[in-house]
């Protein structure tokens, strides 16, 4: 589409080939502008096509191997320097490929970051077998982690491991750690901050010691909590903040919390985001991908849509609760969880989902919902979810029902041990009673009359034998 303006031009090409003549003067066309935008659009279609290509691994090995020699004088090149800290693969050719894939991944981030100009980002590796002494000086215990070091800060990152999302929150890292708001705009912007926590405070300037305060807490969260400013009378109106006083908004929620006690140090406003840092509803991220609540709500979908709606609002009359805290999952965030999800937790995803899973064992129960034809209402969730931090719903549940399958197998089988032993008990009286029968035939009348005191003895004790058997088998059935 072609724009005409009395002082510039704005094109793009159609892939129909028309050309729309938006704005005209005085009932006269400019034909030559026309003309310019066509010729600029065919000389912009190889250039375009190639900004948008996504960029590829160009072969270059930019990824160091650190080790006790070289750790020291590879960081010392780099304003920033991201460490893999990795299991030794070892002789597993599984292990084997699958680190080869997050090596290829870090040389793609690598090659992203090389063309930043403000910072020398470096990436590296650290074999956690090989290198357990560098490791311990760098002050790193967990594997398989990837951490950033900038200036005197070591930052965890704990999201999927893969080239785009690693690189975007590097840059995050590079950011300011507070965010200032001058005007209508900016304040839109962070009005449309919704799934995250976010703070922000009134100070008279830059120079105010109490801004410092907040801008070093801000330091100790960055870059997983958002911190803002203003220092604009006008701002600070339309946000209801007085001089000195910082808001702390949870995830989806419209009202603010207004932390008490201003003007704050930075160890009471660490202090509060600490207790604080637990928000009822939250978003899963690709970058905070480890919780135990899983919703899944596929947010493109109508339904989706109106069961968020349903949270927020469940979330509203629970954010004093310390013991619910709700995740959100848009399964389109994680396209290949998707089957492995649905599979381990028995569960269909194209309709919004709510559930609690043991985060140890996976084991998980979840919301019925009529395959989404009906979504619970407020009161109905609630009534749901307290019954699982009561304990009456209980992921769990589905192990004491498989013991009690195993249960119910070790009965059969008792009962099928218990019915060969009669059947052999009996086997053996009809022998004894043969030979008894034999040896009748041979003995006197008085031995007669002992054999069969003796067999009437034995038949007794047969069936005792039976009785206590039957016993037994009642009793195996019992339990």
Same mark, same amino acid.
């Given at each position: 589409y072609v724009l005409l303006c009395p002082t510039s031009i704005i094109f793009s090409w159609d892939p129909s080939l028309h050309l729309h003549l938006i704005w005209e003067k005085s009932g006269h066309i400019f034909w030559t502008w026309v003309l310019v935008a066509v010729l600029l659009s065919f000389a912009g279609l190889s250039l375009g096509k190639d900004s948008l290509d996504f960029p590829e691994y160009d072969g270059k090995d930019r990824v160091h191997d650190l080790n006790a020699k070289n750790y020291k004088s590879v960081m010392k090149k780099y304003d920033v320097m991201v460490v893999y800290y990795h299991d030794h693969p070892g002789s597993s050719r599984v292990a084997q490929r699958q680190f080869e894939i997050e090596e290829l991944a870090l040389e793609l981030a690598a090659q992203v970051l090389d063309e930043f100009d403000d910072e020398d980002i470096g990436v590296g590796l650290l074999d956690a077998k090989l290198d357990?002494?560098?490791?311990?000086?760098?002050?790193?215990?967990?594997?398989?982690?990837?951490?950033?070091?900038?200036?005197?800060?070591?930052?965890?990152?704990?999201?999927?491991?893969?080239?785009?999302?690693?690189?975007?929150?590097?840059?995050?890292?590079?950011?300011?750690?507070?965010?200032?708001?001058?005007?209508?705009?900016?304040?839109k912007g962070f009005e449309n901050i919704e799934e995250d926590i976010k703070l922000v405070g009134y100070f008279k300037s830059h120079k105010s010691e109490h801004f410092e305060a907040f801008a070093d807490a801000a330091e100790e969260f960055h870059p997983h909590i958002k911190f803002f400013a203003t220092f604009s009378p006008k701002v600070a109106k339309a946000l209801d903040l007085k001089l000195n006083e910082v808001d702390f908004y949870e995830p989806f929620m419209d009202d603010p919390v207004v932390i008490p006690g201003k003007p704050y140090t930075e160890d009471e406003l660490v202090d509060f985001i600490e207790d604080h840092d637990r928000p009822t509803l939250r978003k899963l991220q690709p970058h905070n991908m480890y919780e135990i609540w899983f919703h899944y709500c596929p947010f493109h979908s109508l339904d989706g849509f109106e069961f968020l709606e349903i949270l927020k609002e469940v979330a509203e009359d629970n954010t004093d609760n310390p013991d619910l805290s709700i995740v959100w999952i848009d399964p389109d965030d994680f396209p290949l969880l998707l089957p492995h999800w649905e599979k381990?937790?028995?569960?269909?995803?194209?309709?919004?989902?709510?559930?609690?899973?043991?985060?140890?064992?996976?084991?998980?129960?979840?919301?019925?919902?009529?395959?989404g034809d009906d979504m619970p209402s407020v009161d109905e969730l609630e009534d749901w979810i307290e019954d699982v931090l009561s304990g009456e719903i209980d992921p769990d549940d589905d192990d004491d029902d498989d013991d009690d399958d195993d249960d119910d197998d070790d009965d059969d089988d008792d009962d099928d041990d218990d019915d060969d032993d009669d059947d052999d008990d009996d086997d053996d009286d009809? /022998? %004894? #009673?043969?030979? @008894? +029968?034999?040896?009748?035939? &041979?003995? $006197?009348?008085? !031995? *007669?009359?002992? =054999?069969?005191?003796?067999? /009437? %003895? #034995?038949?007794? @004790? +047969?069936?005792?034998?039976? &009785?206590? $058997?039957?016993? !037994? *088998?009642?009793? =195996?059935?019992?339990?």
């Open positions: 357990k002494a560098v490791a311990k000086k760098l002050g790193l215990e967990e594997s398989d982690s990837v951490f950033i070091f900038t200036d005197d800060e070591v930052i965890e990152y704990d999201g999927e491991f893969a080239a785009d999302t690693l690189v975007e929150f590097i840059f995050d890292v590079l950011d300011d750690p507070v965010e200032i708001i001058d005007n209508s705009r900016e304040l381990i937790f028995g569960i269909d995803l194209s309709h919004p989902q709510i559930g609690v899973v043991d985060a140890d064992d996976a084991d998980s129960v979840w919301l019925d919902m009529d395959d009809d /022998d %004894d #009673d043969d030979d @008894d +029968d034999d040896d009748d035939d &041979d003995d $006197d009348d008085d !031995d *007669d009359d002992d =054999d069969d005191d003796d067999d /009437d %003895d #034995d038949d007794d @004790d +047969d069936d005792d034998d039976d &009785d206590d $058997d039957d016993d !037994d *088998d009642d009793d =195996d059935d019992d339990y």
